[in-house]
């Protein structure tokens, strides 16, 4: 089975600074997708970012960025340049293709952005 | 509304009654999942569908029964609701097909409270 581990409960970081988020998983699969989640105080789920298994090219989105690191098993979110409204619960997914299509979370990590 | 929508936004039950969670969207989706979100655990598969009629369990299935006799409702009931049921409640949904973006979209949440 595969797990998902974020190993930083709590974060937080100056505005305007860079952060980065970790998460690392375990699977036996060759290809997959991950995930990064946002779940603002309203409670929404926003996808911020995905990277597919087979790209060796790492995922970026305006200020958010991550580091695949596939032998590793590591899928780092950075986030450039903070902004207040980035203070959330992120969470790392992970999802095989091809079966259930199900998506196993992190534990998430509290993210606070001070100004 | 177009997306994907949840109802009760809000409840609260006692102990042994039965609770019947409402989600719906709008896309026709083929996949569709609830995950349960608490504290410490992130969030975790109940139950999920690949097509009208199709169902299977996911991690936490216990204490839970849903139904999908159309493509675009998705409800999950409780048959005697516990306290250890008390958390947030997310459906979601996702096209299929290879070629589809593997994004799941989630619903807005139902916080549940049983006394």
């Known amino acids: 089975a595969q797990t998902v581990t974020q190993s930083q409960p709590e974060m937080s970081v100056q505005e305007a600074e860079t952060v980065t988020l970790s998460c690392t998983y375990d699977t036996s699969e060759s290809n997959y997708y991950l995930f990064w989640y946002k779940q603002p105080p309203s409670r929404q789920m926003i996808l911020v970012i995905r990277?597919?298994?087979?790209?060796?090219q790492n995922a970026t989105e305006n200020r958010f960025s991550v580091n695949f690191q596939k032998a590793a098993k590591s899928f780092s979110l950075k986030i450039s340049d903070s902004q207040l409204g980035d203070t959330a619960m992120y969470f790392c997914?992970?999802?095989?293709?091809?079966?259930?299509?199900?998506?196993?979370f992190g534990k998430g990590t509290k993210l606070t952005v001070n100004p | 509304d177009a997306g994907i929508t949840q109802s009760p936004r809000y409840k609260i039950t006692e102990t042994g009654r039965q609770v019947t969670l409402m989600c719906h969207q709008t896309?026709?989706?083929?996949?569709m999942f609830w995950y349960r979100q608490d504290l410490g655990h992130g969030l975790r598969l109940i139950y999920y569908?690949?097509?009208?009629?199709?169902?299977d369990k996911g991690e936490v299935p216990d204490g839970y029964v849903v139904s999908r006799s159309k493509t675009e409702n998705f409800p999950l009931t409780l048959e005697s609701a516990t306290r250890s049921q008390t958390s947030v409640y997310f459906c979601?949904?996702?096209?299929?097909?290879?070629?589809?973006?593997?994004?799941?979209?989630f619903g807005p949440g139902t916080r549940l409270t049983v006394l």
């Open positions: 979601a949904s996702r096209a299929s097909g290879r070629g589809s973006y593997n994004e799941q979209f």
């Open positions: 569908s690949a097509a009208a009629d199709i169902t």
């Open positions: 990277q597919e298994a087979y790209k060796q």
């Open positions: 896309w026709s989706h083929s996949y």
């Open positions: 997914a992970f999802m095989n293709p091809g079966g259930s299509e199900k998506l196993v």
